[in-house]
T-cell receptor, first 116, second 116 residues
Framework: DTGVSQDPRHKITKRGQNVTFRCDPISEHNRLYWYRQTLGQGPEFLTYFQNEAQLEKSRLLSDRFSAERPKGSFSTLEIQRTEQGDSAMYLC??????????????FGPGTRLLVL | AQSVAQPEDQVNVAEGNPLTVKCTYSVSGNPYLFWYVQYPNRGLQFLLKYITGDNLVKGSYGFEAEFNKSQTSFHLKKPSALVSDSALYFCAVSLLSSGGSYIPTFGRGTSLIVHP
């Protein structure tokens, strides 16, 4: 069992640059979630996919954020024109969706972003 | 409004003593409740969940949680704390969004510190 992996683990960038993060879920999992976590807070939902379809997006996900899961396997989260307020841990989780809301999520180690 | 709350930012307990980490929720309909643990610089790990049935749920590492519908609570407990239990604990509830999907919503987290 390889678990959920995320790449890179750390990213330092300058304000205004674009960054892209990758998440590889557990292979048979059909649902994939992205969260943002800042210090002292719980994970905040950003978006989720069922297979390749993006089914829900949070109001937190501004126009500068975009996520894809082109073949229903790995996913990418891109942030354009980064701002200092984007500095956070970005977590990915996957699950095997059955009846909505009941499934256990398996989290990756996260990508820590620092925008200078 | 639907929500989940962890009223304590920090819980301190001596090793060998019982521990309780509190969680309360507000949802319409039947709640789906979860506990996750996060160690430093790591993603979240699933501990246990309540979907339906027995109000006492047993999970990983000797943890258990009691679902109390009348008090809308889902407190995490362990009979005898270990120093290695020191971590951040997150309660989560699946909330039905306006888009018709169940979205995992996390509390702010409680830092558990177990003293030797």
């Amino acid at each position: 069992d390889t678990g959920v992996s995320q790449d890179p683990r750390h990213k330092i960038t300058k304000r205004g640059q674009n960054v892209t993060f990758r998440c590889d879920p557990i292979s048979e999992h059909n649902r994939l979630y992205w969260y943002r976590q800042t210090l002292g807070q719980g994970p905040e939902f950003l978006t989720y996919f069922q297979n390749e379809a993006q089914l829900e997006k949070s109001r937190l996900l501004s126009d500068r954020f975009s996520a894809e899961r082109p073949k229903g396997s790995f996913s990418t989260l891109e942030i354009q024109r980064t701002e200092q307020g984007d500095s956070a841990m970005y977590l990915c989780a996957s699950s095997l969706g059955s009846t909505g809301g009941q499934e256990t999520q398996y989290f990756g180690p996260g990508t820590r972003l620092l925008v200078l | 409004a639907q929500s989940v709350a962890q009223p304590e930012d920090q819980v301190n307990v001596a090793e060998g003593n019982p521990l309780t980490v509190k969680c309360t929720y507000s949802v319409s309909g039947n709640p789906y409740l979860f506990w996750y643990v996060q160690y430093p610089n790591r993603g979240l790990q699933f501990l246990l969940k309540y979907i339906t049935g027995d109000n006492l749920v047993k999970g990983s590492y000797g943890f258990e949680a009691e679902f109390n519908k009348s008090q809308t609570s889902f407190h995490l407990k362990k009979p005898s704390a270990l120093v290695s239990d020191s971590a951040l604990y997150f309660c989560a509830v699946s909330l039905l969004s306006s888009g018709g999907s169940y979205i995992p919503t996390f509390g702010r987290g409680t830092s558990l510190i177990v003293h030797p």
